[in-house]
């Protein structure tokens, strides 16, 4: 929550976003070098939109 990453002091900025009721994430595509989910995806409405929208705004390339 937007007090918990407020207290965190290595962070430089954050964003609060309920990704169960906007699952695409507000960064442009390729906004970030490689991105991570450290929190469950268990409690996603939409958890393929969601990851999806992960992959997007990383650089980094996914294939199988």
Known sequence: N???LA???MADEWVVHDLNAHPML???D???DAVTCCAS???LVHPVQ???ALL???ALV???
Do not use: K, W
């Open 7 to 9: 207290a965190n002091e």
């Open 50 to 52: 969601v990851l999806t």
């Open 26 to 28: 507000p960064f442009d």
């Open 56 to 58: 997007a705004c990383s």
């Open 62 to 64: 996914v294939t199988p």
């Open 30 to 32: 390729a906004t970030f």
């Open 2 to 4: 937007a007090h918990e």
């Open 41 to 43: 995806i268990d409690y």
